[in-house]
């Protein structure tokens, strides 16, 4: 099927680790994003990548790193650095600019 | 950046009976999506938006550009219909992509 394949569904960190959330497409979409979404609130921007091998900061960067070596890949890390990283992640994907945006399923992080 | 006010917070309805959620935003468009996240976290996409008038089954949504608002219908509600719907946006220039501005969500909540 196509769509958007997020891993972990789960995932607990002790605090001072990093950790990596993995993002997977299979639409053939040229964009790629990480939002962030903490309880009752909005989604907030971390990273987008139009093109491959090429990324921006959205709004809250942060403590965040991303990588875009392939097309159908946009990995997202959760660096030591990221003060309040306990939250849920959310990869999204579009074709051409202007076009729908489709979500994964989300990723929810702990730190212990 | 552009900024999205979503109104009501939250709404309560019996099934079968219609609602109106709305949307404003602060600047000019060239995105705009609605958006339905579930009690499972995933986030369906709706409708895309910038201006006019779509419908879709029991779901229609309005944008009226010029006037900076869009207004999500929902008619004969079913207990499926709960969860959050979100609106999103993307204005300014089109070399910033789709970096979408969510707003904080009306909570939906359909009684049998």
């Known amino acids: 099927d196509g769509g958007i394949t997020q891993s972990p569904k789960y995932l607990f960190r002790k605090e001072g680790q990093n950790v990596t959330l993995s993002c997977e497409q299979n639409?053939?979409?040229?964009?790629m994003y990480w939002y962030r979404q903490d309880p009752g609130q909005g989604l907030r921007l971390i990273y987008y990548s139009q093109i491959v091998n090429d990324f921006q900061k959205g709004d809250i960067a942060e403590g965040y790193s991303v990588s875009r070596e392939k097309k159908e890949s946009f990995p997202l890390t959760v660096t030591s650095a990221q003060k309040n990283p306990t939250a849920f992640y959310l990869c999204?994907?579009?074709?051409?600019?202007?076009?729908?945006?489709?979500f994964g399923e989300g990723s929810w992080l702990t730190v212990v | 950046g552009i900024q999205v006010e979503q109104s009501p917070p939250d709404l309560i309805l019996q099934e079968g009976a219609n609602s109106t959620l709305r949307c404003n935003f602060s600047d000019s468009v060239n995105n705009l999506q609605w958006f339905h996240q579930n009690p499972w976290g995933q986030l369906i996409n709706l409708f895309y938006i910038p201006s006019g008038t779509k419908q879709n089954g029991r779901l229609s949504a309005t944008t009226v550009a010029t006037e900076r608002y869009s207004l999500l219908y929902i008619s004969s509600s079913q207990t499926t219909d709960s969860g959050v719907y979100f609106c999103a946006v993307a204005g300014g220039k089109k070399s910033s992509g789709d970096k979408l501005t969510f707003g904080t969500g009306t909570r939906l909540a359909v009684r049998p």
């Open positions: 999204a994907s579009s074709g051409q600019s202007g076009n729908t945006i489709y």
């Open positions: 639409l053939n979409h040229d964009a």
